[in-house]
């Protein structure tokens, strides 16, 4: 009988997943496989909260994966060793994995192909798996690469995009391919209290529900701090227990402003992913360098991360972060640019305090986000600064996200609950809450200096 292995990577997933639906119409067998990296580890690249939830999604794949007659293979180790000791004793022609855009995927899928072309077997990589559009299905004239988003979502909404994949009936696996243990979320210490659950069967739940309850009211609320009117989808995403081009087939048939505004965020998600497909050093060099003298104030960056700079609206997205491992796009938003242009630390610190906590932490999403922000990447308006005060007034109007997440102000009326350095000595005493780090227009005008704009 025909073998074939199915490499499980960022997609962990079933129903419309290419990489396992042509390896189970290319063989009689299939070897579903996850290899944990163990190198991620050791480059601090598997922290508390993506672990557990990954333990989540592989136990929700093997569980749908024995509903059809199969079960979920598990090796930890080199990837590329491990793939090619599997297929070898499978006796597998074919090994099946879909496409990965960051420089650790690029050089994994060489190493890849090489080693199992070396054995005789053959590597087939699957495109549109992980992103809607996968990178270069769409390019300017003479040039690579999108280098502004406008342009790229003009194109990107205008491509033809491929049908969904239904998941496969039966997937069954050759007898004597042995699997370490599953993972477990309870064998991972050190997460976040509020994590979410993972796993397909969560992703596709979340997504349901928020389809019929919470789609249509998006493009008024998607900025709506306190509402938490977001999809909460993007876990799902980086794990690939959720295909974005299903979503995006599923957001289009719903209709409505809604649909629409959630659509161009996958837009965004796909834009970031051509990007670091073309510019694999844009995760950590400057993709357009400003001539930064970044400062490396401690204290200013561990207010920062603990949620303690005396600016409310920075201190409880902070918090919701550390709490949760998640935090609302709008927060990401104005932290990143409170740390980078307010305080002007260097970017590439927030960004691996990210990684650390976020649950949802992609490297092409989060490194080119932050450089957005910073003014180092693809904005075209590197020199904006979002002012705390103003986001607050704007986004959080009545100060319930901020009471939500900074308890020592929970008892502060109205707006005062944003400035809490204007309240009376006594009372302000009381509250158990930092001053400022900075002043805004001193943060203002070092950064404007640092780039040479004043």
């Avoid at 990296?37 to 557990?52: C, V």
């Avoid at 994590?195 to 389809?211: D, K, M, N, Y």
């Avoid at 876990?235 to 295909?243: A, D, E, Q």
């Avoid at 979503?247 to 834009?271: E, K, S």
């Amino acid at each position: 009988m025909s073998v074939a292995v199915c490499l499980f990577t960022s997609d962990l997933r079933l129903h419309d997943n290419p990489a396992l639906h042509a390896a189970v119409r290319a063989a009689d067998e299939i070897v579903p496989l996850f290899v944990s990296d163990d190198a991620l580890a050791r480059i601090g690249f598997a922290p508390p909260n993506r672990r557990a939830f990954l333990a989540d999604c592989l136990a929700g794949l093997d569980e749908a994966l024995r509903a059809r007659g199969g079960r979920l293979v598990v090796r930890t180790g080199d990837p590329v060793r491990e793939t090619v000791r599997v297929a070898a004793a499978a006796g597998a022609a074919e090994v099946h994995v879909a496409a990965g855009v960051s420089a650790y995927a690029q050089r994994r899928e060489t190493r890849l192909r090489e080693a199992l072309a070396a054995d005789g077997r053959r590597l087939v990589v699957h495109d549109a798996a992980v992103t809607v559009l996968p990178p270069g299905a769409v390019t300017p004239q003479a040039r690579d690469h999108f280098a502004v988003f406008t342009p790229y979502f003009r194109r990107w909404r205008g491509a033809d995009l491929r049908t969904p994949l239904p998941a496969p009936r039966r997937v069954p696996v050759p007898a004597g391919v042995r699997s370490a243990a599953l993972p477990a979320r309870a064998e991972v210490s050190g997460t976040s209290p509020g994590l979410a659950r993972g796993g397909e069967q969560e992703g596709r739940r979340r997504f349901a529900a928020w389809l019929r309850a919470g789609m249509s009211a998006y493009e008024a609320r998607h900025d709506d701090l306190p509402g938490d009117a977001t999809s909460r989808l993007s876990p799902h995403l980086h794990f690939g227990t959720l295909s974005a081009t299903e979503l995006v087939h599923r957001a289009r048939a719903a209709g409505g402003p809604g649909a629409d505004a959630f659509v161009r965020q996958l837009a965004w998600r796909d834009f970031h992913h051509q990007v670091l497909a073309a510019r694999p050093d844009a995760s950590h060099a400057d993709y357009r360098p400003r001539g930064d003298r970044w400062r490396t104030d401690a204290d200013g960056i561990e207010a920062w991360r603990a949620g303690r700079t005396g600016y409310p609206i920075v201190d409880a997205a902070m918090r919701q972060l550390a709490h949760e491992g998640w935090m609302h796009n709008r927060g990401r938003l104005l932290t990143a640019s409170f740390l980078t242009k307010t305080l002007y630390v260097d970017w590439r610190a927030g960004a691996a305090h990210f990684l650390d906590l976020l649950v949802d932490g992609d490297i092409a999403n989060n490194q080119l986000n932050w450089q957005w922000v910073a003014g180092t990447g693809t904005d075209t308006r590197p020199n904006r600064v979002l002012n705390p005060l103003a986001q607050a007034r704007r986004y959080d109007p009545e100060g319930a996200y901020v009471r939500r997440w900074v308890p020592e102000l929970a008892g502060v009326a109205g707006a005062a609950v944003h400035r809490p350095w204007t309240l009376p000595a006594g009372e302000r005493a009381g509250l158990g809450y930092p001053e400022r780090v900075v002043e805004l227009a001193e943060g203002a005008d070092r950064f404007l200096r640092g780039r040479g704009k004043r």
